[in-house]
């Protein structure tokens, strides 16, 4: 079982940063688990934002954030991270971590442990 809880969200203006943490306990997390980040507005499906492989040699983004977001992991401190520059009032959502045993994919039905999510709102 894994536990997973993020934070960094708040409010933002158009262009600023943010850094989103997510901090993973239970099993033991290191190189069991790929990761992702994920997006949800009200009304709308959640979205895939980005994914890192078991030791962060792989990484993906969506589209919409390529350029401006890196997603990075720190196993030894069972950690993941998702720097967000350049932010638009589009990136606006509630952001969620999500773990796999399996390999990730930009589905969330591919990812069995998710977090609470923390809200990011940017102003326009």
């Known amino acids: 079982q894994v536990q997973l809880v993020e934070s960094g969200g708040g409010l933002v203006p158009a262009g600023g940063s943010l850094r989103l943490s997510c901090a993973a306990s239970g099993r033991t997390f290191s190189s069991n688990y790929d990761m992702g980040w994920f997006r949800q507005s009200p009304g709308k499906e959640r979205q895939f934002v980005a994914r890192i492989s078991r030791y962060g040699s792989q990484t993906n983004y969506a589209d919409s954030v390529k350029g401006r977001f890196t997603i990075s992991r720190d196993n030894a401190k069972n950690m993941v991270y998702l720097q967000m520059n350049s932010l638009k009032p589009k990136d606006t959502a509630d952001y969620y971590c999500?773990?796999?045993?399996?390999?990730?994919?930009?589905?969330?039905?591919?990812?069995?442990?998710w977090g609470q999510g923390t809200q990011v709102t940017v102003a326009s």
């Open positions: 999500a773990a796999t045993a399996g390999i990730g994919t930009f589905q969330p039905s591919n990812y069995e442990y």
